[in-house]
Nanobody, 122 residues
Framework: QVQLVESGGGLVQAGGSLRLSCAASGSIFSINAMGWYRRAPGKQRELVATITSDGRTNYVDSVKGRFTISRDNAKNTVHLQMNSLKPEDTAVYYC????????????????WGQGTQVTVSS
């Protein structure tokens, strides 16, 4: 089993920045790709960004150029740097991990954190 714990959410004004972190523990040797998802009120969960074990990244179009995903394999952590935040970025953000090399499919991510709230005020 793998445990994921997110931190770093909060309230920020539009145009501001936040950095989310996710710490992995447990059977981390099984993890390959990791990702950040978000769920806004009344909307379905959305893939925000993914990163493979060798650092290849992928982003949803709405956050390209504003968000950066990174990981530190030695510390078993993954981060999401969010800049130029917009009110539409308001959501609960979830860290996820998969044993697959990479996937965009939610169902492929076997491990999930509890989520951290990000609220962007206008």
């Amino acid at each position: 089993q793998v445990q994921l714990v997110e931190s770093g959410g909060g309230l920020v004004q539009a145009g501001g920045s936040l950095r989310l972190s996710c710490a992995a523990s447990g059977s981390i040797f099984s993890i390959n790709a990791m990702g950040w998802y978000r769920r806004a009120p009344g909307k379905q969960r959305e893939l925000v960004a993914t990163i493979t074990s060798d650092g290849r990244t992928n982003y949803v179009d709405s956050v390209k150029g504003r968000f950066t995903i990174s990981r530190d394999n030695a510390k078993n952590t993954v981060h999401l740097q969010m800049n130029s935040l917009k009110p539409e970025d308001t959501a609960v953000y979830y860290c996820a991990a998969t044993t697959a090399r990479w996937s965009r499919a939610t169902d492929d991510y076997e491990y999930w954190g509890q989520g951290t709230q990000v609220t962007v005020s206008s």
